[in-house]
């Protein structure tokens, strides 16, 4: 089999020409094209005793995808959530190489025919206010670590970044002056602004110091370590402070609160206070209005109101009186009062 047909030297082109310097993905995406490749020529090495070196594009048949899949779901225990997006980077690999060797688009072709699995929807996380409140008043404010750590939660919950945003925020990403304000950077490069509340951009003046005038370059968020702090530094948070909750509200034990449960929890507690569906995915940066209708599924308290507004009422009875938050214009000052 000729050389140009190893597998490898296409590898190396499509990461560094189509997945960087063409398409310009952003630094999670490569990485991912770049772990799920890796696990296929672990796979291919294993399985078809074959060194990663010499496998050749001939072999990578569709049949050697499937069972990668497979084994990756059923050896892995990966999520039919991630072997899609393994199967995506395999497609996005082949669709480079098709273009590349016109004899191999047939190959290609039928790498590309394989479908996604449907994966079943999960319930969508988010916490009340009384557990939203928990989480804020665990970390201790007299102590450097702890303004930190309140300010981060305060910031996540305010904002519904996702943990990549929030690590990465800087102090030129911040208005703190008569209108605050945070520009983050979401998924596909996408830029947005949300306003801060009042309170939000005082503790972060706070945690900054002198800092807040200085280089506009320097990270938000620290570790204790006094490195920027990263996503895994943002979860590891989370999950120690909902350790310490739970202790006093109970309905927060068993429960795997992450970032992301805090941003459900922005866009749910943002319904409530009766915003618009249009301005919650603008918040939140969604790509898809789909993606944010799924908020007004899952909020219970929203459904038994519209219920309610619904019921027969005996003549003796005053009709529920409509929840106090439908009214409520006042988007910041309804979320500070919740």
Known sequence: MADHHLLGSFVRRFLLEEVVAD?????????????????????????????????TVEQVTATVVRAFLVYIEQERGNSVTTRNQRLAAIHSLFRFIGRQVPELIEQATHIQAIPPRRAPTAVMPYLDKNEIDTLLAVPNRQRAQGRRDYALLLFLYNTGARATEAASVTVGNLVLGAAPAAHLLGKGRKKRVCPLWAHTADVLRDLLGTQAQGPQDVPVFLNVRGKPITRFGIHALLTRTVGKAAATTPSLKGKRVSPHTIRHTTAVHLLRAGVDINTIRAWLGHVSLETTNRYAEVDLEMKAAALETCAVHHEDEEPNQVPHWRGDTNLLGFLMSL
């Open 23 to 55: 398409r310009n993905l952003t630094r999670n995406t490569q990485r991912s094209y770049r772990d799920a490749i890796r696990l296929l020529f672990g796979f291919i090495a294993e399985h078809h005793a074959t060194d990663p070196t010499r496998v």
